[in-house]
């Protein structure tokens, strides 16, 4: 069965404190990896699209990389703005379903 | 341009009703799906359209209901609505029926009483 599983469920870091969030998938195929922010009560902002392994997308304080097996979402010098949900989805190739893992919840302290 | 727009932002039902909510999507995109929120949960998938036809459904009772019009708008129905359908709805549009990153909207906190 596709899953994805995201950790830590919650991450929490002092300003500046660089860190990385994990997210696990299986699939049978990969179309493609999504990465989201979502802020309370919104709906999710797209980050980065990763489609192959060995792939890298970076913005501003943020960097995706991709390997066959999992997904890092790596936060440089985080700044309190950069605190929501950070949600890892993927769609798996022979569907048109794209699944969600239940996000990682950071907090950056000042 | 503007970005997905969702009808209502909030709605509160009692048990047994239906609703409606509404999508607008991206100007040029033609792919609409909705996803389901609980609080401290990912978003699951409900439908995706393109082009007007049902592309997916997810694991989901017949109670929910979608289709897409003309203009690639969208509507979601949920039939004899219970307490667990309380949720942030979401939907998302995006340029193409899979691959492609999806844009969402802000959602519609449907609370049910």
């Known amino acids: 069965e596709d899953q994805v599983t995201q950790s830590p469920e919650a991450l929490r870091l002092q300003e500046g404190e660089s860190s990385s969030l994990n997210c696990s998938y299986t699939?049978?195929?990969?179309?493609?990896l999504f990465w989201y922010r979502q802020d309370p009560g919104k709906g999710p902002e797209f980050l980065f699209t990763?489609?192959?392994a060995g792939e890298e997308k970076e913005k501003e304080r943020l960097k995706a990389t991709l390997t066959k097996k999992e997904s890092f979402l790596h936060i440089t010098a985080p700044k309190p703005e950069d605190s929501a949900t950070y949600l890892c989805?993927?769609?798996?190739?022979?569907?048109?379903?794209?699944?969600f893992g239940a996000g990682t919840r950071l907090f950056v302290k000042a | 341009d503007a970005g997905v727009t969702q009808s209502p932002t909030h709605l509160i039902k009692t048990r047994g009703q239906h609703v409606t909510l509404r999508c607008s999507p991206i100007?040029?995109?033609?792919?609409v799906s909705w996803y389901q929120q609980v609080l401290g949960q990912g978003p699951q998938f409900i439908f995706q359209?393109?082009?007007?036809?049902?592309?997916g459904r997810g694991n989901f009772p017949d109670r929910f209901s979608a289709r897409q019009f003309p203009n690639y708008s969208s509507e979601l129905n949920v039939n004899a609505l219970l307490l667990g359908d309380s949720a942030l709805y979401l939907c998302?549009?995006?340029?193409?029926?899979?691959?492609?990153?999806?844009?969402f909207g802000q959602g519609t906190r449907l609370t049910v009483v």
């Open positions: 998302a549009s995006s340029m193409l029926d899979r691959g492609t990153e999806a844009f």
């Open positions: 699939v049978s195929g990969l179309r493609g």
């Open positions: 990763l489609y192959s």
């Open positions: 989805a993927v769609q798996p190739t022979g569907g048109f379903k794209t699944i």
């Open positions: 100007s040029g995109h033609k792919s």
């Open positions: 359209y393109y082009e007007k036809e049902e592309r």
